[in-house]
């Protein structure tokens, strides 16, 4: 037992009220914590980290031997809260095998200066800075790392983009990032049930820690610090983001049935394409567990994307409708942009573009960049918001 250690500090005081979702107002400054789902990585959130071969237990090895102390659940930003400013136990060693079992309540962990998750399976070993949560959920092992918006970017943008792109790329992404960041802490603020503001992968944006950070990114979220983009109220936006819109972007209505004002697909215009947008690849035509024999497209966007397509399979032609987003995550294409023709046992598909090509689209962003836009006038174009504190 013992006090505290002053690192701490910061999530043992009540988050001042200026930075609580009830009190948001327009033109506010905005510093946030927040809390991230950073193991286990499953089907749905294993891209790019890789699936977990074992998901009820992970090592954890601290720069130092961790602290560990009692915490609860709250609806502030960072989810978590210390119980009581004294420490339940510290471990004689810097190296420790977490296990679901051994968690009847969720508990924090500091370890210092960073902490590692040593993953089974020859998965990477992640670094993270800032405080840790672990938990049981029914037989799988959760852990959480809760740490500053600011700190949180440095581990996301050398993630999204490569560190080598030039400085007004890197700054739009760091805008683009905080404030998806910001929006996703404050819409999530009131759902108690849910333990985390992000995860760590593309199912939000792809988060790795301390262990690759950058001297070019973090510059640029500095040269950015607390900028985010806000609507015609003055509120932050969701600032959706994908590798390559193929030339033209689309509408978040045609993607999740829900659309923006100041998200309008639109065409973009370059001096010359910055990446190659043509793709062709091959399926097997029996992943529904019986042969396709034909594809429909049925509908398409304004954009071109394919919105809703039929599928013919089995002897007896049964046939199934699916939107256009859901076949390309089921046939794991990079976008929902293509043409298909059936060949026999394989489906080869034509197209353009590598995801959901809502928002800014990352090698745009790079194109615009490298004609001499700035990263405001890149933001300005995919976004019809406001950049401001």
Excluded at 160 to 182: H, M, N
Excluded at 209 to 231: K, M, W, Y
Excluded at 248 to 268: F, M
Excluded at 298 to 306: E, F, N, S, Y
Aim: proline share 5%; glycine share 8%.
């Amino acid at each position: 037992m013992g006090n505290a250690p002053s690192a701490l500090a910061q999530f043992l005081n009540p988050i001042p009220r200026e930075f609580s979702a009830e009190s948001f107002v327009p033109g506010q400054k905005i510093v946030h914590r927040l809390a991230v789902h950073i193991f286990p990585h499953d089907g749905v959130y294993a891209i790019p980290q890789g699936r977990e071969s074992q998901m009820d237990q992970v090592t954890l090895q601290g720069a130092q031997p961790c602290r560990w102390f009692s915490v609860s659940r709250v609806n502030e930003p960072g989810r978590w809260t210390m119980n009581a400013a004294t420490v339940l136990k510290v471990q004689k060693k810097s190296s420790l095998i977490l296990s679901a079992k051994n968690f009847s309540t969720p508990l924090g962990f500091d370890c210092g200066e960073y902490f590692d998750l040593l993953r089974k399976g020859g998965l990477k070993t992640y670094r993270y800075s800032g405080l840790g949560v672990a938990y049981r959920d029914g037989k799988i092992l959760r852990v959480i790392n809760v740490l500053d918006l600011e700190t949180y970017l440095r581990g996301v943008v050398p993630s999204e983009v490569p560190i080598s792109w030039s400085l007004e790329t890197l700054k739009a992404q760091a805008v683009a990032a905080r404030t998806y960041a910001v929006t996703s802490v404050l819409m999530n603020l009131q759902n108690l049930s849910r333990a985390y503001d992000v995860v760590d992968t593309v199912q939000d944006q792809v988060y790795a820690g301390v262990s690759d950070l950058a001297d070019s990114t973090d510059f640029a979220i500095q040269q950015t610090r607390q900028q985010i983009l806000r609507d015609r109220r003055d509120q932050p936006i969701i600032a959706y983001f994908s590798a390559d819109s193929g030339g033209h972007t689309e509408a978040p209505e045609n993607v999740w049935g829900r659309s923006l004002e100041y998200l309008v697909a639109k065409p973009e215009v370059y001096t010359q394409d910055p990446i190659q947008p043509h793709w062709i690849a091959e399926r097997s035509a029996n992943r529904l567990g019986a042969p396709i024999t034909a594809l429909r497209i049925l509908k398409r966007t304004p954009a071109q994307r394919v919105a809703e397509i039929e599928i013919t399979y089995g002897r007896k032609k049964r046939s199934v409708k699916m939107s256009g987003p859901e076949f390309a995550r089921r046939f794991q294409l990079r976008s929902p942009w293509f043409d298909v023709q059936v060949r026999g046992a394989v489906l080869v598909f034509n197209g353009r573009g590598f995801g959901h090509g809502v928002g800014m689209s990352q090698w745009g962003a790079k194109a615009y960049a490298d004609m001499g836009w700035s990263f405001e006038q890149i933001l300005k174009f995919y976004f019809s918001a406001n950049l401001g504190l």
